[in-house]
């Protein structure tokens, strides 16, 4: 197992989840969407495209930072909230 490689995916994943936050949380607030689809969708294309435009990674790889971009979205939110502009649209009435 590549662990560099490995490491590589998840630094990429993490840079475009905090991306992934900030772009659902703008979805949230301005156009009062609350399908989990489309945020699903809306993370997995910010990361691979991330991915894609900002490294020399071939295609696996680019869907890997996809799928864990989806999947760090959520969690990296709760533990950016209030930091950095993210606030919860709850919050924010």
């Given at each position: ?6 490491m590589n995916i998840l630094s990429v994943s993490i840079i475009s989840g905090i991306i ?7 979805i949230k607030i301005n156009f009062n969407i609350k399908n989990n689809i489309i945020y ?54």
């Amino acid at each position: 197992m590549n662990f560099e490689q490995l490491m590589n995916i998840l630094s990429v994943s993490i840079i475009s989840g905090i991306i992934n936050t900030q772009a659902i949380q703008y979805i949230k607030i301005n156009f009062n969407i609350k399908n989990n689809i489309i945020y699903v969708l809306v993370s997995f294309f910010i990361g691979a495209l991330f991915a894609f435009s900002f490294t020399s990674f071939n295609l696996i790889e680019i869907l890997w930072c996809g799928l864990i971009s989806i999947i760090g979205a959520e969690a990296l939110y709760k533990a950016l909230e209030g930091k950095f502009g993210l606030v919860s649209k709850s919050k924010k009435n």
